[in-house]
């Protein structure tokens, strides 16, 4: 969330830091409100600029626990707002602080309008419905960016209403046809979701999911802006191999060869995690999670086990990785391939790395 350019939000914050106990800070935190809610008062003369900024300190204040009961219709507005700073605003907003009415637990995503329209209403608000159709337009817009925030926000905020008004428009999106990969980031998502509750109900994207993988796996037509140190979108590839794991084994011959090619490419292409520095450490442990996890998931098909077997080498080298998920996934792996094969030559490394774990 790029806040810079925002003197008054910026100094709003220092002042909430430098507050010597929780007093000082609620009469910060009060004052600010009532500052707020004046201007908001003669919305006419606010500028979308400053309407963005009064937007954001409400987001922070609900952040620090305090309740934001009004600037709904101000947060309303700035979804159809063109730019997207007021935007995700809005959109931040209606998720994060929304959360606190509906399932009283916080949530954090990414862009004004949008931001803080999924923060501050449940379904039931009437203002929802005003937003229903804007949030239509950014769905089936050909603004890639717009979608991802109006899809998010659908996502979070749910209910009746948006069902009704948006399921048509969204299950477009589900049939995973889009090219771009921001919009298709965004749609596994909800598409995850969905499937973990009713696989039957998505077998027919399956082949379509492969295909994804396929395609990021030959690092064909993928933007240089969707590459992460050398790897073609990984959030794409987490989130759709996550879904295909609800599905069971794959039957079709020409699906499944293409499952297992792109299931070597990934094999082949883990070292390469390895190599992320040490600033990007985070991700590396989500690459490196993503391409464990899975693999287990693959020594359920005969055909793939003697190339996971090839890099028993590393996945006993990541039981002494520092992070637990990855240890174990580890641990899940070398039991799964475990067979007479390799028995005597797994089991003497646990032993020896017992004590550790």
């Given amino acids: 969330m790029a806040l810079s350019g925002m003197r008054g939000l910026s100094v709003f914050i220092s002042d909430i830091r430098n507050c010597q106990n929780k007093e000082q800070e609620r009469l910060r935190v009060d004052k600010e409100l009532g500052n707020i809610r004046t201007r908001f008062k003669n919305e006419k ?4 600029y400053e309407k963005k900024k009064y937007v954001w300190k409400m987001l922070y204040i609900y952040m620090l626990g305090y309740d934001v009961d009004f600037g709904h219709m101000e947060a309303v507005s700035l979804i159809s ?3 997207y700073p007021e935007k995700q ?3 931040l907003s209606f998720c994060g602080i929304w959360g606190s ?7 954090s995503f990414g862009a004004v309008g949008y931001i803080v329209t999924s923060c501050l209403l449940n379904e039931n608000y009437d203002f929802l419905r005003m937003a229903i159709n804007t949030v239509r337009n950014d769905i089936i817009g050909r603004n890639e960016t717009f979608q991802c925030l109006a899809l998010t926000m659908v996502g979070n905020i ?5 069902a009704e008004s948006l399921a048509p428009d969204v299950q477009k999106l589900l049939l995973l046809d889009e090219r771009d990969l921001g919009v298709l980031t965004s749609v596994m998502s909800l598409f995850v979701a969905l499937v973990s509750n009713n696989t039957e109900a998505y077998w027919n994207c399956l082949p379509k999911c492969v295909k994804i993988l396929e395609r990021l796996a030959r690092n064909q037509d993928i933007l240089q802006e969707y590459t992460y140190y050398g790897i073609p979108s990984p959030w794409l590839q987490v989130k759709t191999m996550r879904a295909l794991q609800y599905f069971p084994t794959v039957e079709d011959p020409s699906t499944r060869r293409a499952l297992f090619e792109v299931l070597q490419r990934i094999l082949m292409g883990t070292d390469v995690v390895k190599n992320v520095n040490k600033n990007n450490a985070s991700h590396a442990v989500l690459f490196e999670a993503l391409a464990l996890e899975n693999m287990t998931r693959m020594l359920l098909v005969t055909d793939v086990q003697d190339i996971i077997k090839r890099h028993q080498a590393q996945i006993i080298t990541s039981l002494k990785d520092p992070d637990i998920s990855i240890r174990r996934r580890a641990l899940d792996l070398l039991y799964g391939m475990c067979d007479v094969t390799n028995a005597k030559d797994i089991v003497e490394e646990l032993l020896q790395l017992l004590p550790e774990l």
């Fill in 45 to 48: 003369g606010l500028t979308p």
């Fill in 81 to 83: 707002a063109p730019k």
């Fill in 158 to 162: 749910g209910g009746r209403e948006f």
């Fill in 89 to 91: 605003a809005a959109f």
């Fill in 101 to 107: 009415y509906h399932s009283r637990m916080s949530q």
